[in-house]
């Protein structure tokens, strides 16, 4: 069965439990989404569900995108953005509307998204390094990552040491978040805890994979 869905993130709040304590949560506008193409095994070499959301005007779009959209007389709104879903049983067929009501609360998932961007930043904002010394006639070096040669053998810096860079941009799972809020009417569902990206973001739940 298919239990995933394309939402936005709307921002964070906290609702509170019967003993009063206060519980963090990321509200996202999940769907309502469109079944737009159905891969399977015989035909595609996988099984996967590919699902649409975000409707926006036709003119916005390519020929392309819009032809995929209408094709088999499927009456589905254009939508910008598509992902697919791998689902063994699909249960669902081009065309189908999927909305929050596919979860239920106290479901665990898995939820994808894209983090802010931060630039270029240094070593010391984007790995934690402790810089070098404020004294001893060191005026601007403070931030700097120090030293990292290994030598005349290998007379290199090997793959992987931790310096300045592109951060942030990039796509991160929250494992395991639990759904504490469900509103169908207006397409919301909340989790416990914080999700990846910036209001707005476009975000991917999908069931746990490790509950």
């Known amino acids: 069965m298919l239990k995933g869905l394309i939402g936005k993130k709307i921002g964070m709040t906290q609702i509170f439990d019967e003993n009063g304590a ?15 193409q159905v891969r399977t095994v015989e035909s595609d070499g996988y099984s996967a569900v590919q699902l649409g959301f975000g409707e926006v005007k036709p003119k916005r779009l390519t020929g392309g995108q819009l032809g995929h959209l209408k094709r088999n007389n499927l009456n589905i709104p254009p939508l910008k953005f598509l992902r697919e879903f791998r689902v063994k049983n699909p249960e669902v067929v081009e065309g189908d509307k999927v909305s929050v009501e596919v979860f239920v609360q106290g479901d665990h998932v898995d939820i994808v998204g894209t983090t802010k961007g931060r ?3 240094g070593a010391v904002k984007r790995h934690g390094l402790a810089g070098g010394p404020k004294t001893h006639g060191q005026s601007d070096r403070h931030r700097a990552p120090g030293s990292r040669g290994a030598g005349t053998t290998p007379g290199r810096t090997y793959k992987g040491a931790r310096g300045p860079g592109h951060m942030g941009n990039d796509r991160v799972t929250s494992q ?13 569902i909340g989790v416990r805890g914080s999700v990846p990206g910036p209001r707005g973001g476009l975000v991917l739940i999908k069931e746990a994979r490790k509950n």
């Not at 206060?22 to 737009?36: D, H, L, M, Q, R």
């Not at 469900?182 to 397409?187: F, H, K, S, V």
């Open 22 to 36: 206060a519980i963090p949560v990321t509200v996202i506008e999940a769907g309502p989404c469109y079944v737009t």
């Open 119 to 121: 630039g270029f930043q």
């Open 176 to 188: 395991n978040l639990k759904v504490v809020l469900l509103d169908a009417e207006r397409n919301l």
